[in-house]
């Protein structure tokens, strides 16, 4: 599953709709169509999906010994397995899950059953232009996007919006600065930055992606 390229295409096919809707409704949208990828990736990945003690219906493997979480701002998708905003707007997290129960934490020997595994994505949305309120330095936009700068994650995703092309351009390139300027370790990333501009979203990915 070349998960950014699906991100990009569940976006794509929101931003018609984007238009009538207001802040709020188009940031739940957002991370609607995130929330629905999740349960593929698990799939793909063979992951289960859902909690510690029950997998989705839809997931494909249920009898692993890892589980992958969603943690979201706004109702969920699926009630009962996807939970509220852990840290982020919207990130996915693996734990062990009561499969793993056999399986012990090699320094304490506890079972790993509730153990994190890693975060997967993380995702913020930022549904106020760039530079409102105050300078750029503290405004939220900003704040929005250093939060997913610092977090460990292979996938990282920033939707905002801006009032043209140009002006997204310009804010793709500023938050591709602020990226480099953090010290940050050794750690493959990916980042999707998505601007939602003129009825369409744009796009741009860095590292390159192979």
Not at 143 to 169: C, H, L, M, W, Y
Request: with cysteine.
């Amino acid at each position: 599953m070349q998960l950014i390229d699906e991100i990009k295409s569940a976006l794509d096919g929101l931003a018609g709709q984007l238009f009538t809707q207001g802040r709020g409704v188009a940031t739940n949208t957002v991370h609607d169509a995130l929330e629905r990828l999740a349960l593929d990736y698990a799939n793909a990945t063979e992951t289960a999906f859902g909690t510690h003690t029950v997998a989705h219906p839809l997931s494909q493997h249920p009898l692993s010994h890892k589980t992958l979480y969603v943690n979201r701002d706004g109702p969920p998708q699926f009630p009962g397995y996807t939970l509220g905003p852990f840290l982020f707007d919207h990130c996915w997290v693996t734990y062990y899950n009561n499969n793993a129960a056999p399986l012990l934490e090699r320094g304490t020997k506890e079972s790993l059953a509730g153990y994190m595994v890693r975060c997967e994505l993380v995702m913020e949305s930022e549904f106020n232009y760039e530079g409102e309120p105050g300078e750029e330095q503290s405004n939220q936009f900003h704040r929005d996007f250093q939060k997913v700068v610092i977090a460990k994650a292979p996938f990282k995703v920033f939707v905002f919006r801006s009032r043209n092309t140009e002006e997204g351009a310009a804010t793709f390139t500023k938050l591709e600065a602020q990226r480099y300027c953090v010290d940050t370790c050794c750690f493959v990333e990916r980042y999707l930055l998505s601007c939602w501009c003129d009825n369409a979203f744009m796009h741009k990915t860095f590292p390159s992606f192979q």
